[in-house]
């Protein structure tokens, strides 16, 4: 008898925290990943240029750990990162054209490069996203960290006829809890002046 108690008790706890996730489902009112749940704040870049909402928690990524996750000297000016520095957004300006009809070419042109510098790294997904202004070009793929696989999610939006370019990544293992998230965050890419 005990042990059937012990059985409905976990379900009942299952079957609240799926409710509450349900509850937390948008940028609003905030949104889970996995058990964390993240709460996002509306973020200017590029001098007002673009706003879209990121986690709130997240700040800027020091320089101590930039010089060490990013090797290159062009690496993004705008990296927010969580607490623990493995999952972050990262922004940049690409001076290249780029206007709203040609994100697909866009999108197949990254995609080449991406085969090109990281052979290893498999897609997962692609598309363009319906924001609430802007259409978003995305793919998903597994890479290659430091130390570990990558889940990241690349995309790109135009912002007064130039290419901006925004990554996403955290570990890979933590991908299915951190996809929906970021397809939300994607949505909310507004631009002025597009």
């Known amino acids: 008898m005990e042990e059937h108690k012990k ?5 009942i706890i299952k079957r609240r925290k799926q409710m509450e996730k349900r509850r937390y489902s948008s940028i609003q009112s905030g949104i889970y990943a996995g058990d964390e749940l993240v709460i996002f704040a509306e973020t200017e870049l590029f001098g007002g240029s673009v706003k879209l909402f990121l986690p709130e928690t997240f700040t800027d990524m020091p320089e101590e750990i930039r010089r060490v996750k990013y090797s290159c000297k062009n690496s993004p000016p705008v990296i927010r990162m969580d607490s623990s520095g493995e999952t972050a957004f990262s922004f940049q300006m690409v001076e290249k054209h780029l206007d709203h009809s040609e994100l697909e070419a866009a999108l197949g042109q990254l995609r080449k490069i991406l085969g090109k510098q990281q052979p290893s790294s498999v897609v997962l997904g692609k598309g363009i996203e319906k924001g609430m ?5 995305w793919m998903d793929y597994k890479g290659c960290g430091i130390d570990q696989a990558l889940y990241q999610c690349l995309f790109t939006v135009s912002v007064r006829g130039q290419m901006m370019l925004g990554m996403f990544h955290c570990p890979f293992d933590r991908a299915e809890a951190w996809k929906p998230v970021v397809k939300e965050v994607i949505k909310t890419i ?3 002046g597009a």
């Open 190 to 192: 507004c631009t002025e």
């Open 133 to 137: 202004q802007e259409s978003v070009a």
């Open 7 to 11: 059985y409905l008790d976990e379900i």
